[in-house]
């Protein structure tokens, strides 16, 4: 089913409901609104069993073999798997969240993969108003869950520009203030994304001045650290400087969708791990997520300029393209970055203006006579754009995958078909296929583990009092449909998606149900008074 088709699907059904909804009687003290019944249930922290799931109003009420007393309504689930809903740890769905349309404020490509909990305003982006986020669920209704991040690069941008230099001393005072403010309204922690101008212009030492602002308030820090690669300090550098944020600012670690990105760093995910595992046992907190894909997805300016050409935002990286001698000097470290991405084939077009989406550079290159790294700077004239960049090896994402510490993430944004597929993709190629972990490390590393991580009070597990994100999928036909040629198809093989309480998905469809909430982290006390 195309997207504008499930749209008027989706409308006709939140009219319909609207129309025809009548209220019910009430429950005896014995009867659930809802049960589940006869599925495999993985409840995120224990052996897979088969029975039943019961929900009563917006919490799970029963979890065991068999539901006592009665049910309003019964959802056969034999022969699926039931699982809490899905925790998205990493994405950028902030402006579907936030946008005017209802249907896409749903955020269907989640729904229709079990995803029930984003967080939001990773990589540095997220804003700095916290309040403003969180709460406009109330008013514009959602169909996820979803956690906020207040964004390094957000305060940053709005205090400093975009410029390459340190902030005065007031400017750094009032920096903190903006990440204070945030934490206290609700924001779960701090994140940064160092590879990008103007966070990469940032010295260690002002984003441990920062993140301490989010410990003392309880909070997480969350890094894109500032090179997956080799285009600066390297990738074991920028672990080493995540995990020195995080014990010098005094809050717990998390490396945004890890990797080893570039032919620079195949192979380095054994000693990246060790770094990381040293560190906790050492006592410190660290974990991180990753995404089931070879291909991470950026701009093209990230992928093949550096910093410096940045420095003062778009105007001035355009004045540069015009000074013959900037570009003398610009040219040699663009075809360096193209080389540890893996070439021009390696570069795939996946937003921007509607006649390079789809490919490559590689190809555009070739149609318009040019070599590639002038075909990237007339691209880049012409309008920012996005590229899906392929360029990890298929060892390391599963030597990261088998660690305990990692969790399922998507990065979902549009263009990739991680937005639409990626924890399908997970099941279906590192799990059923390549038998890289279990399923019941898969359904954990997913749930419980972020839940437990981030402290999600009651949610990523199926207990009693807990709740009810629940998800049943079909274990057969669970799978993406999404690659990169189309990458905005649903997934399939998920049958019923509960959102506290409320069924969003039924019999492999939207209902259009919007019952997703904001979820503020609760300060740590007296950090606010």
Not at 136 to 163: E, H, L, M
Not at 331 to 350: D, H, K
Not at 403 to 424: E, F, I, K, N
């Amino acid at each position: 089913m195309d997207v504008r088709k499930l749209k008027r699907r989706v409308c006709a059904a939140m009219a319909a409901t609207a129309l025809t909804a009548t209220p019910l009687l009430a429950a005896s003290a014995a009867e659930a609104d809802l049960v589940l019944k006869g599925g495999t249930i993985y409840t995120g922290a224990a052996a897979a069993f088969i029975g039943d799931v019961a929900i009563t109003g917006d919490r799970i009420s029963y979890v065991g073999k068999k539901a006592p007393g009665g049910a309003r309504r019964v959802i056969d689930a034999k022969g699926l798997i039931v699982a809490p809903g899905f925790i998205d740890t990493h994405t950028h769905v902030d402006s579907m969240i936030a946008g005017d349309d209802a249907t896409e404020r749903l955020v269907l490509p989640f729904l229709m993969q079990g995803v029930t909990t984003a967080f939001i305003g990773n990589d540095g982006y997220g804003d700095p108003d916290t309040a403003k986020v969180l709460g406009s669920a109330a008013v514009r209704p959602v169909g996820i869950n979803y956690a906020a991040y207040v964004g390094f690069g957000a305060v940053r941008t709005k205090i400093v520009g975009q410029d390459d230099r340190a902030p005065t001393a007031a400017e750094l005072s009032e920096m903190k203030a903006h990440v204070a403010s945030a934490m206290c309204s609700g924001a779960l922690g701090f994140s940064t994304g160092l590879f990008y101008a103007p966070q990469s212009f940032a010295k260690q030492d002002e984003v441990i001045a920062l993140a301490k602002e989010a410990a003392i308030r309880g909070g997480i820090y969350d890094s894109h650290i500032r090179d997956e690669s080799s285009y600066t300090i390297g990738l074991s550098a920028a672990i080493d400087e995540a995990i020195t944020v995080g014990r010098e600012a005094g809050l717990p670690a998390h490396i945004a969708h890890i990797k080893a990105l570039g032919v620079d760093v195949h192979g380095q995910a054994p000693a990246i791990i060790a770094k990381i595992e040293a560190a906790r046992a050492a006592g410190q907190i660290v974990h991180a997520d990753q995404y089931p894909w070879s291909a991470s997805g950026t701009g093209l300016s990230a992928s093949l300029l550096p910093r410096w050409a940045e420095d003062g935002g778009r105007n001035a990286m355009l004045k540069r393209f015009d000074a013959p001698e900037t570009l003398a000097r610009l040219r040699p470290e663009m075809r360096e970055n193209l080389r540890r991405r893996g070439g021009a084939a390696s570069l795939l077009i996946t937003s921007g203006p509607d006649d390079l989406v789809g490919k490559t550079l590689e190809a555009i290159a070739k149609e318009s006579g040019a070599e590639p790294i002038d075909a990237a700077i007339a691209i880049l004239r012409r309008a920012p754009v996005g590229v899906a960049s392929f360029n990890q090896s298929e060892a390391d994402i599963a030597a990261f995958m088998k660690q305990p510490w990692v969790m399922t993430s998507s990065d979902g944004s549009m263009g990739h078909p991680r937005l639409y597929g990626s924890y399908a993709r997970k099941y279906e190629t590192y799990v059923k296929t390549n038998k890289v972990i279990p399923l019941r490390d898969f359904i954990e590393r997913s749930t419980a583990l972020p839940a437990d991580a981030f402290s999600l009070r009651d949610r990523g597990t199926l207990k009693p009092g807990a709740f009810a994100d629940v998800i049943a999928f079909d274990p057969a036909t669970y799978a993406p449909r999404a690659d990169f040629a189309q990458p905005a198809l649903f997934a399939k093989g998920v049958r019923t998606v509960i959102v506290n309480g409320k069924v969003a998905v039924e019999d492999g469809a939207p209902t259009g149900l919007s019952a997703g909430r904001g979820l503020p982290r609760t300060p740590k006390a007296g950090a606010c008074a």
